[in-house]
């Protein structure tokens, strides 16, 4: 019943509630963002959601699209300023993703949604993960983040596809927000250190993910 009605009831109103509270540090870091980032202070991109449908994730950007003589983006930790780490660091990047829960295309929590290019790496048995809506947070990145293995990872998001109960949620919940004032496990960006395509053995994918 939870799982079925009342995840996405709680979960957009509590959205709705963030988002009116934080209207002035939103515009507050889309201006900062703009000055620091050198142009769009937002990083969207596409990421499968519910049934694998796509939409387009909303994040503040931590990155810049400084580019060499050649046109080729320099290397992360280039672009990567002290802006952009002090987001990741306190989680701001995040705050857009609000506006993706507000329009039903995510939830407070759920398996993270990662890049489209992904999905062909997956096995039929973690392509499941999709059978919820993906979540600001979750119970890999609780339990570990960008220390699991990719197996570790999807098994913890379908586990949580299998148990998710509003206890569980609450749980993960409090976790994040300690993680968030500790800054654990924050600043590494959304990929795992090696990349699904190479820990599997298949050619990297077209699409990359430069932001967390």
Not at 22 to 29: A, D, R
Not at 115 to 125: D, G, H, K, R, V
Not at 161 to 174: A, F, N, S
Request: net charge positive.
């Amino acid at each position: 019943m939870y799982k079925k009605y009342f995840k996405r009831i709680i979960g957009l109103v509590f959205s709705l509630i963030s988002f009116v509270i934080l209207l002035p540090l939103f515009l507050v870091l889309i201006c900062l963002g703009a000055i620091m980032m050198r142009g769009n202070p937002l990083f969207i991109q596409e990421r499968p959601g519910l049934n694998e449908k796509r939409f387009k994730l909303v994040k503040f950007r931590t990155m810049s699209n400084q580019k060499d003589a050649y046109g080729k983006l320099l290397p992360d930790e280039v672009r990567l300023n002290k802006y952009g780490k002090f987001l990741r660091a306190t989680s701001l990047d995040e705050l857009p993703e609000l506006l993706n829960i507000i329009k039903g295309e995510m939830a407070i929590i759920g398996p993270r949604p990662l890049a489209c290019s992904y999905l062909q790496y997956y096995t039929e048995e973690e392509r499941h993960r999709h059978d919820v809506r993906p979540g600001m947070t979750g119970l890999a990145q609780v339990n570990g983040r960008n220390a699991l293995s990719w197996e570790r990872k999807f098994e913890y998001d379908l586990e949580y596809v299998h148990t998710c109960t509003l206890g569980l949620d609450i749980k993960i919940i409090c976790q994040t927000l300690l993680k968030v004032i500790k800054r654990e496990g924050i600043g590494q960006g959304e990929e795992a250190p090696i990349s699904l395509s190479v820990e599997r053995r298949k050619p990297a994918p077209a699409e990359t993910d430069n932001n967390k």
